[in-house]
Every structure is written in C-alpha cells, then in structure tokens.
C-alpha cells in the first residue's frame, strides 16, 4: 500500500518569508500523481499545486513550488513571500495513475505565519 | 454558485441511531467520492463511485454505505452509529475516475455522536 509521511507536524514563518513543507512517499508504482492541498480554518479542502511523476520539471503557481525528486520519492512544498492568508493546515496527497481510486494523504502540516 | 455541497453541515446525534448526510454537485462530473477526516485531521478515503462502479476502501465497517439516485449525488448513509464515527465527512467530485482530474471539495460536514 501507498503511503505519504509528512514528518513536519507544524511550521511556522514571518510573513514575507519564505518556508519549506516535507513530504515523502512509499510506492512501487511509475505512473502517478501527487498533490499539495490548503485547508483553512473555514475546513474547505483547496487544490494548491499538482506534479505528475512523469513530468520532470517542478510544477509552480504563482508563490507555490515544487521540489520533486523521485528517486529520493520527496515531494515538498516550497511558499515564497508568505501570506497571511496561507496559514492552514498543508497536506501532501498521493494518487495511483489509472485507476478509480481517491487520495492517499500525509497527517498534514499545521503552518503558521507570524506577523 | 456552489460547486459540491453537503448537507447538513453539522450533525449531532446518539449512538445507535442511523443517519445520512447528503452530497450534490453541478459540474458535471462522473466520478465522486467520500472521505473522513478524524479528530486528528487526517484524511482518508472511504469510497469512490464512477458509473456505477464502487470502490470501497477495506477499512471501511459496512455500517457506510454510499447512494447514488443520479449522477450528480452521492449520499453517504450511516446505521448504527458509534462513538468513534465522529469525524468531519467530505464529499469530493472529479470530472472523471482518472488522477489526472482534480478532485474538487465539499465544505465537509461535522458528525458528532454522543
């Protein structure tokens, strides 16, 4: 079975700062997806960024990158200029490729973005 | 215009009771999906539905059971509730069963069982 471990149970960052959130992931499989999602207090679980296995380079939105190295099966999440409005809790979440099954999630990582 | 919506957003109820929440949404899409976040925050996924086709997670007690009358509603029904079905339950759809889709959130509802 697939698993996803995020070792950092809470970070916190200035704001205007830039933080790094880890995630690492267990699978034998070649064709999958991984994901960064944001939720806020308000609960709503937001899409923050996405990475295909298959795509070499680093996926980025806007102040949201990637660092993908999958030999090493890390996925961590790089915030530039930290926002307020970032504060959440952050999860790291696997997908198998090809097939009609949901996300695997790490335990999350709680951000806090001092002013 | 609300993507996924659940209903009720919050539920309280005893133990042994049987109840359901309710999961709509209007993009069209053909695959949806229940998740449950535990006290802990953490997420995992209970089952995943595309043109009739259920997927259900082992772990799950078959005291869960999900309902699809039509394609855009998944409705998650619950017999026999206990303690430890307490949790924060989310409806999820994507356009389609692959992982190349986003899976799009419901605001989740929060189930409390005394």
């Known amino acids: 079975a697939q698993t996803v471990t995020q070792s950092q149970p809470e970070m916190s960052v200035q704001e205007a700062e830039t933080v790094t959130l880890s995630c690492t992931y267990d699978?034998?499989?070649?064709?999958?997806?991984l994901f960064w999602y944001k939720q806020p207090p308000s609960r709503q679980m937001i899409l923050v960024i996405r990475?295909?296995?298959?795509?070499?380079q680093n996926a980025t939105e806007n102040r949201f990158s990637v660092n993908f190295q999958k030999a090493a099966k890390s996925f961590s999440l790089k915030i530039s200029d930290s926002q307020l409005g970032d504060a959440a809790m952050y999860f790291c979440?696997?997908?198998?490729?090809?097939?009609?099954?949901?996300?695997?999630f790490g335990k999350g990582t709680h951000l806090i973005i001092q002013p | 215009d609300t993507a996924v919506s659940q209903t009720p957003k919050y539920l309280v109820t005893q133990m042994g009771n049987d109840k359901s929440i309710k999961c709509e949404q209007n993009?069209?899409?053909?695959?949806m999906y229940w998740y449950k976040q535990d006290s802990k925050k953490f997420l995992k996924i209970m089952f995943s539905?595309?043109?009739?086709?259920?997927?259900i997670n082992e772990t799950v007690p078959n005291r869960f059971s999900p309902k699809s009358p039509d394609k855009a509603h998944l409705n998650l029904h619950i017999n026999s509730l206990e303690l430890g079905d307490s949790a924060v339950y989310f409806c999820?759809?994507?356009?389609?069963?692959?992982?190349?889709?986003?899976?799009?959130f419901g605001p989740g509802t929060r189930l409390t069982v005394t």
């Open positions: 990475q295909e296995a298959y795509k070499q």
């Open positions: 993009l069209g899409h053909d695959t």
């Open positions: 999820a759809s994507s356009q389609d069963s692959d992982a190349i889709y986003e899976q799009y």
């Open positions: 979440a696997y997908r198998l490729g090809g097939v009609a099954d949901g996300l695997t």
């Open positions: 699978t034998s499989e070649s064709d999958y997806y």
């Open positions: 539905y595309n043109n009739k086709e259920l997927i």
